[in-house]
């Protein structure tokens, strides 16, 4: 048997979250390594997985719910993303990662009052310090008739320089394991 074989009756069996959930870590490498026409491919591929386990009735986690709404959001699938982060809002779980991206999809949406209302939510936290404070800078820019795009791209550069930043401190232990509690990943 080929080891292409075998890889693929493996890839059969693994569920489909978890190759979500691994290709939407491969993304976020890709990402911070600034790799961004590859994190979008991966996000696209995640987005694509999730919907065909949930097609398929597997059990969908908040924080796999989460994923697919970011990856939806990162590959412009916005509508999608809305729909896959409104549960999780809703929960309360993971309120940080889903306020913003479904803020910013609101956004580019064109749905301003929603995406005030979202990046307004957003909860403040001190270890995603450069996050908070361009949230409630951007609700109140929006509030003051800046463009929706003028503010998305303000959140995206903060987000990134918050990924940054973490990924700098991502060896703190305990920084890390309440980064994954409160982002979901």
């Known amino acids: 048997m080929s080891l292409k074989k075998v890889f693929d009756f493996l890839k059969k069996k693994t569920p489909l979250t ?3 959930q ?3 870590e491969q993304a976020r490498r890709k990402e911070r390594s600034g790799d961004y026409e590859g994190a979008a491919a ?3 591929t995640v987005a694509d997985l999730y919907e065909e386990a949930e097609a398929t009735g597997s059990r969908i ?3 796999d719910r989460l994923k697919a709404g970011i990856a939806c959001v990162r ?3 916005h509508e999608a993303g809305l729909v896959w982060l409104d549960p999780v809002i809703t929960s309360g779980k993971f309120p940080s990662e889903a306020r913003l991206h479904a803020g910013y999809a609101s956004a580019k949406l ?3 009052q929603a995406a005030q209302s979202h ?3 957003y909860p403040p936290d001190p270890l995603q310090s450069i996050i908070s404070q361009v949230m409630t800078e951007q609700a109140a820019a929006l509030r003051n008739g800046t463009s929706l795009d003028a503010a998305c791209e303000a959140v995206a550069q903060a987000w990134n320089a918050q990924d940054q930043h973490d990924r700098r401190t991502e060896n703190m ?3 890390r394991n309440e980064l994954i509690r409160r982002r979901g990943f």
Do not use: I, T
Request: hydrophobic share 35%; glycine share 8%; proline share 0%.
């Open 61 to 63: 986690l908040f924080r």
């Open 22 to 24: 691994r290709e939407f």
């Open 18 to 20: 978890a190759r979500a």
């Open 173 to 175: 232990k305990f920084k």
């Open 110 to 112: 064109g749905d301003r």
């Open 42 to 44: 991966s996000y696209e």
């Open 119 to 121: 990046w307004d939510a």
């Open 75 to 77: 590959c412009g699938r």
